[in-house]
C-alpha cells in the first residue's frame, strides 16, 4: 500500500508535468487527478488503519509472552490461592440465571486473563452451586 501510494504521488506529478507541457489536456487532467486522488485517500486511510491493526498485535504477543513467562513460574499448580489468581486472573463475570431463584439453571461464566484477555467463549454452567 505504501508503495502504491508512493507511485500515485509519482504519476500525479507526470501527470502535472505532462498538463502543463501541453500533452494532456485541461480536461483529462482534472479527471485522471481525481482518479489519483481518490484512490490515494483510500489508500491514506487503508495504511494508517493497518498500522494500528498490526500495532494491536504486537501488543497482544507481548502480553502473551508476559502470561507465558509467568505461567512458566507454576508449572504445577497444587492449590488455588489468593495470590495466583491475582497474578492470572483479571476479573470473573458471572451472567445472570436463566430462572430467577433457581440452583439449577445456566448462567455463563466468563474468565478474563490478566495480559491476554478472554481466551475461550463463554461457557453454561449448570447449576454450579449444587457441587
Not at 22 to 46: H, P, W, Y
Amino acid at each position: 500500500m505504501r508503495r502504491r501510494n508512493t507511485e500515485l504521488t509519482a504519476l500525479f506529478k507526470r501527470l502535472y508535468e505532462d498538463n502543463v507541457l501541453g500533452r494532456v489536456t485541461n480536461e483529462q487532467f482534472r479527471i485522471l487527478s481525481g482518479e489519483c486522488n481518490v484512490e490515494q485517500k483510500e489508500l491514506s486511510a487503508a495504511i494508517l488503519e493497518k498500522e494500528s491493526r498490526l500495532e494491536k498485535l504486537k501488543d497482544s504477543a507481548a502480553n502473551v509472552e508476559a502470561f507465558i513467562e509467568k505461567a512458566k513460574r507454576y508449572t504445577e499448580i497444587s492449590e488455588l490461592t489468593p495470590e495466583i489468581m491475582r497474578l492470572f486472573i483479571s476479573r470473573i463475570e458471572v451472567g445472570e440465571r436463566g430462572e430467577k431463584y433457581s440452583r439449577t439453571a445456566e448462567q455463563s461464566i466468563r474468565i478474563v486473563y490478566r495480559d491476554v484477555g478472554v481466551m475461550d467463549s463463554v461457557e453454561p454452567i449448570a447449576g454450579y452451586m449444587d457441587q
